[in-house]
């Protein structure tokens, strides 16, 4: 089945270091792929999201392309700060016409630390 | 403010007794979801909707109830709720599905002993 894998944490960086999660995926056909956000004690939030291979989400900084021939997602961003720690989930959606359309997949969470 | 709003935020309770989670959503949408949060599995659907009274199960259901009699509420039922449902809880809501991305609520802590 689908299926996402992301790069274990704990991450911890430093102020304006630049910031890359890894994520690939496993999916057949071509689904949405999404990057969201868990501030402490919060809900999910959407980070950024991309639905065709080349696309390129972005938000607040961050962005991620998606690749198809490597099934990959990478969340980068260029400079860091204390507000972006936070726990990052990268999740994908099978394509409507796939079944599912209910389900978002997400790989288990890398929690990122920024120190000031 | 467009939201997903979920009650109790915390809720101890015990083995056996039934509960229920509440979730409403003011956005209009027709799907929506309950997802468990568990430390080191990340988060697995439990069920969810497509339209009122048009539910499926997720790839944990077990030990759970759903209904869907109103376009935003989705409810959530433990009708004899165990110390493996010990989790954090979240309702999701989404205007045409998941590949489209879901709207998240603040989550219920639920603790079973």
């Known amino acids: 089945g689908d299926s996402v894998t992301q790069m274990e944490g704990p991450v911890t960086l430093s102020e304006e270091a630049f910031l890359t999660i890894n994520c690939t995926y496993t999916?057949?056909?071509?689904?949405?792929l999404f990057w969201y956000v868990q501030y402490p004690g919060e809900g999910l939030q959407l980070l950024l999201k991309?639905?065709?291979?080349?696309d390129k989400g972005s938000n607040k900084g961050f962005e991620a392309t998606y690749r198809k021939e490597t099934t990959s997602f990478h969340l980068e961003k260029g400079s860091v700060q204390v507000s972006d720690s936070a726990v990052y989930f990268c999740a994908l959606s099978s394509p409507l016409w796939g079944g599912s359309q209910g389900n978002l997949i997400f790989g288990k969470g890398t929690k990122l630390s920024v120190k000031p | 403010e467009a939201q997903v709003t979920q009650n109790p935020r915390y809720l101890i309770t015990v083995t056996g007794k039934k509960l229920t989670v509440t979730c409403s959503q003011n956005m209009n949408h027709e799907y929506m979801s309950w997802y468990r949060q568990d430390p080191g599995l990340g988060l697995r659907q439990i069920y969810y909707s497509m339209n009122v009274e048009v539910t499926d199960k997720g790839d944990v259901p077990e030990g759970y109830k759903v209904s869907r009699k109103e376009k935003r509420n989705f409810p959530l039922i433990l009708e004899s709720p165990s110390p493996n449902q010990t989790s954090l809880y979240f309702c999701?809501?989404?205007?045409?599905?998941?590949?489209?991305?879901?709207?998240f609520g603040s989550g219920t802590r639920l603790t079973v002993v």
């Open positions: 999916a057949t056909g071509y689904p949405s």
């Open positions: 991309a639905t065709k291979a080349d």
């Open positions: 999701a809501s989404s205007e045409q599905g998941a590949p489209y991305g879901y709207t």
